[in-house]
């Protein structure tokens, strides 16, 4: 709709007072024209109408279809603006009003009486005339607006219907319900349009007689669109119009003497200055707006819970998926802090027989000899520990299983800081003298005692060899690299490689060595070692920013004695494990990450379906936003309800989720025994994500809402 061409610049809402130009008349126009474009085509529906309007007066306004009785009404009521002339209303200019202005005078100053009625259809009677309340008065209780609302119900005879709806009610009563809403704020004109259009002849009778007492006895000062005489002559004065003229004005009765109460005392200042003061009130209005949109998704249940089902999905699997990535990194994070900062291995590298190159770790190149010598020359190491491994096969009782059987030093627990849950650890007494005692891992516990057992003290076979349970060590999990380090059983290092594990000749290089044990004791295919050979050797920096010089000084060391020249591949690695696990730990992030993506796509997919059935809402309620606006709404207002209303499907959809979500990672991780960690700051943002996506998915239907023509919305079927 094009704005007034002769408008003046509009300034901020209330930042100034209200110019004056004449107290005498309530309403003066002058000049008014309007027109309108459709498409190059102009229309003019309004010719330069002058027209002045008496406190008191009942005016009719005559006049064929298109001859502009409309169009003047929606400018006498600020639903519209002209194109050209000016509009005085209670001695203020219309025209130069803010939007937030105009709609304080439609709430307080100006009631509305519409052919059709105009009445929300799912509220009842009284809610629909305590309507105006809401934008006028938004600090008064529910309570105390139904009140006022039966009383004015009461006014027009229809006391006994507040709880009604209008389906439920006659067009008479219908037009009833909205003359009380129109006069719920005391306005200081009431516009009818063709208030009788809908009704037959008794009813309209009934009805203009009741519009004739409210002008008579309580000085409501009213303007009557209509085309039918019989309606025009309960006013004083007839007004008509053909073409967008004026072409008659007669007044039928006497100047009436315009009868102005306490409730009539009030001018649009005041009107406007108690507007401003409610629009402060912003808790009341939140609440009631709130209730509003409460109200609209609980008459379309089925179509809200459809709407509420792609949040509900992907904040349930965005609670999961964070679960899940959070309980993996928290997983390796255990791993690195068990580890320590300070802690590299040595891992035998590629072996060299008889010409032939070997893969990594296919023979071990490292001995008991190159440890001590890492621990005594090297200058930024703490400490060193070695081990010896095999799988073999351990019994208890009548169960066994198989594990790996791993001969340590006595520095080994608390190099990789590994704490012990029961017993006492492996001593360098024991190591010495080779003794027949070992530990057990949290696996192997649960694979050959029972819960109840204590097994510190038992016999346990390994390898058909006895050994006593001196200690069983504390749970660790698995590692960044999957394996369960808790399925492990640990012996005295001599003990392993004298008594246990054996010593044996490799194949590819005979020795005078002998043998301990047949080849038959090594069903597991694994290559028989040397006699003071180790399969790894784990290297404590003194500090953790030694770590790198410490791994260069073993570099350097080993390669002298193993005589390695310039040039020539090592045939041992050196690795530093915290960066391994810290790699493993970069991974999961990422793959958590790529998780909580995925399950975004759901929570996406769910706020493009509420902004679809939001902007389907906007359509079906188009006349109902009208209505709102016509009473004093602002498009804020409006605004604001169908935020709420996306914002309510997008929370209740997310908690719904966010239950379902935590109570299928505690079934995941019940049943899977994956490690999960449920996030308090996670489960909390989700939520808030969810609201987010309401409100982000909701603003352009709602904005679409509010910038509704408040005469076109009232005119939509």
């Given at each position: 709709m094009p704005r007034a061409a002769s408008r003046p610049r509009r300034r901020s809402p209330f930042s100034r007072s209200l110019p004056a130009v004449s107290d005498r008349a309530l309403i003066d126009v002058a000049g008014l024209r309007r027109t309108y474009r459709i498409g190059n085509v102009a229309v003019e529906a309004l010719r330069g109408i002058d027209l002045r309007v008496q406190r008191g007066e009942f005016v009719a306004i005559m006049g064929s279809s298109g001859s502009g009785k409309s169009t003047l009404m929606h400018i006498l009521?600020?639903?519209?603006?002209?194109?050209?002339?000016?509009?005085?209303?209670?001695?203020?200019?219309?025209?130069?009003?803010?939007?937030?202005?105009?709609?304080?005078?439609?709430?307080?100053?100006?009631?509305?009486?519409?052919?059709?009625?105009?009445?929300?259809?799912?509220?009842?009677?009284?809610?629909?005339?305590?309507?105006?309340?809401?934008?006028?008065?938004?600090?008064?209780?529910?309570?105390?607006?139904?009140?006022?609302?039966?009383?004015?119900?009461?006014?027009?005879?229809?006391?006994?219907?507040?709880?009604?709806?209008?389906?439920?009610?006659?067009?008479?009563?219908?037009?009833?319900?909205?003359l009380a809403r129109a006069l719920i704020n005391a306005p200081a004109v009431l516009l009818a349009d063709e208030p009788t259009g809908n009704l037959d002849s008794a009813t309209s009778r009934e009805i203009m007689n009741v519009i004739r007492t409210l002008n008579r006895e309580r000085g409501v000062t009213v303007i009557l669109v209509t085309h039918e005489s019989e309606i025009a002559r309960h006013a004083d004065r007839v007004v008509t119009l053909h073409d967008g003229r004026i072409v008659d004005d007669v007044r039928v009765r006497g100047t009436p003497v315009a009868v102005i109460g306490p409730q009539h005392g009030a001018s649009v200042r005041d009107g406007a200055g108690a507007h401003r003061a409610a629009a402060g009130m912003t808790w009341p209005l939140l609440a009631m707006t709130l209730a509003a949109a409460a109200s609209a998704l609980a008459r379309n249940k089925l179509r809200a819970v459809l709407t509420m089902l792609g949040v509900f999905i992907g904040v349930a699997a965005l609670v999961s998926m964070i679960a899940l990535g959070a309980g993996a990194d928290e997983a390796v994070r255990k791993q690195i802090a068990s580890l320590g900062t300070s802690l590299f291995v040595v891992l035998p590298g590629a072996s060299t027989?008889?010409?032939?190159?070997?893969?990594?770790?296919?023979?071990?190149?490292?001995?008991?000899?190159?440890?001590?010598?890492?621990?005594?020359?090297?200058?930024?190491?703490?400490?060193?520990?070695?081990?010896?491994?095999?799988?073999?096969?351990?019994?208890?009782?009548?169960?066994?299983?198989?594990?790996?059987?791993?001969?340590?030093?006595?520095?080994?627990?608390?190099?990789?800081?590994?704490?012990?849950?029961?017993?006492?650890?492996?001593?360098?007494?024991?190591?010495?003298?080779?003794?027949?005692?070992?530990?057990?891992?949290?696996?192997?516990?649960?694979?050959?005692?029972?819960?109840?057992?204590?097994?510190?003290?038992?016999?346990?076979?390994?390898?058909?060899?006895?050994?006593?349970?001196?200690?069983?060590l504390a749970p660790r999990g698995q590692s960044s690299f999957g394996t369960d380090q808790d399925d492990v059983v640990l012996l005295p290092f001599q003990t392993a490689e004298r008594r246990v594990i054996g010593v044996a000749v490799p194949a590819q290089a005979p020795s005078p060595v002998t043998t301990r044990f047949p080849p038959a004791v090594n069903p597991y295919g694994l290559q028989p070692k040397l006699a003071g050979v180790v399969n790894l050797i784990f290297v404590e920096a003194r500090a953790p920013d030694l770590v790198d010089q410490a791994m260069r000084d073993v570099t350097g060391m080993l390669r002298r004695r193993h005589l390695i020249r310039d040039g020539e591949a090592e045939d041992f690695n050196v690795r530093n494990l915290s960066e391994i696990a810290a790699a493993a730990q970069g991974t999961s992030r990422v793959i958590a990450l790529l998780l909580a993506i995925l399950a975004s796509v759901s929570l996406l997919v769910g706020g493009i379906g509420i902004m679809n059935i939001l902007i389907v809402s906007v359509t079906e309620r188009t006349r109902e936003i009208g209505i709102r606006l016509a009473i004093g709404a602002r498009r804020m207002h409006v605004l604001l309800q169908f935020l709420i209303e996306a914002a309510l499907v997008s929370l209740i959809g997310g908690a719904a989720g966010l239950l379902v979500g935590v109570a299928a990672t505690l079934l995941i991780s019940s049943l899977a025994s994956w490690p999960t960690v449920l996030s308090p700051p996670a489960i909390l943002g989700s939520l808030a994500i969810s609201a987010m996506i309401g409100v982000f998915f909701g603003y352009y239907p709602a904005h679409k809402a509010a910038r509704l023509d408040p005469i076109e919305a009232l005119r939509f079927e």
């Open positions: 009521g600020c639903l519209d603006r002209p194109s050209a002339g000016h509009y005085h209303f209670e001695g203020v200019h219309i025209d130069e009003l803010s939007e937030r202005q105009l709609a304080a005078i439609r709430s307080r100053r100006i009631g509305f009486v519409f052919q059709s009625f105009n009445l929300l259809a799912r509220a009842d009677a009284a809610a629909n005339v305590a309507l105006p309340l809401l934008y006028s008065d938004g600090h008064l209780a529910q309570r105390a607006r139904l009140g006022r609302a039966r009383k004015a119900l009461e006014q027009v005879g229809l006391a006994a219907h507040a709880a009604k709806n209008p389906n439920q009610l006659s067009g008479g009563q219908q037009q009833r319900v909205a027989a008889n010409g032939v190159r070997a893969g990594n770790s296919s023979a071990s190149t490292l001995t008991i000899a190159d440890a001590d010598a890492i621990e005594r020359e090297a200058a930024a190491v703490e400490r060193v520990s070695y081990i010896d491994r095999q799988i073999a096969q351990v019994q208890y009782g009548n169960q066994n299983w198989t594990t790996a059987i791993q001969g340590i030093t006595p520095a080994y627990l608390g190099i990789v800081n590994w704490q012990i849950a029961a017993g006492r650890g492996l001593t360098r007494a024991d190591d010495e003298s080779t003794a027949m005692v070992c530990m057990i891992g949290e696996t192997v516990f649960r694979k050959l005692f029972s819960a109840d057992d204590d097994p510190v003290g038992a016999m346990l076979l390994v390898k058909g060899r006895p050994l006593r349970i001196v200690g069983r």
